[in-house]
């Protein structure tokens, strides 16, 4: 059972943006994160190409996850976004999600992600990190 959260920073808002990455990074090494990597990706946004990266961490324990979600909130309320928190153990459950991951990731999917909110699924794989998100 692992759990999964995913950041995406825009490069717009810092002036060194390696040095936030390297921040975030070995925090999330503190906190004992099992596995990370980095990618980017353009969108396109009313005619202007937006530049994103991602970053993506998975923690094998709740509690580390949670501390780290809260070292992110607290230090970079605004720049940084979670896009999405999700557990993989039997299954595949978002736990959390933000309205453009949503949008993104599909109907099915959006569909899921309502119906497991709504049966109250998501406090029994991760209590903790539902309070917090």
Do not use: W
Not at 14 to 34: G, Q, S
Not at 90 to 111: D, P, Q, T, V, W
């Amino acid at each position: 059972m692992t759990y999964i959260v995913e950041l995406s920073l825009c490069p717009v808002h810092f002036k060194n943006l390696t040095k936030v990455k390297d921040i975030i990074t070995n925090n999330a090494i503190k906190k004992n994160c099992d596995f990370y990597y980095e990618d980017s990706e353009y969108i396109d946004r009313k005619g202007k190409y937006e530049c994103l990266v991602l970053l993506n961490y998975t923690f094998l324990n709740e509690i580390n996850t949670l501390s780290f979600i809260r070292f992110i909130k607290e230090e970079y309320r605004k720049k940084v976004t979670i896009e999405h928190v999700s557990y993989e153990g039997n299954e595949h459950l978002i736990i959390y999600a933000s309205r453009k991951y949503l949008l993104s990731a599909g109907k099915y999917n959006l569909k899921k992600y309502k119906n497991n909110k709504k049966l109250d699924l998501l406090k029994q794989y991760a209590p903790l990190l539902t309070t917090v998100l």
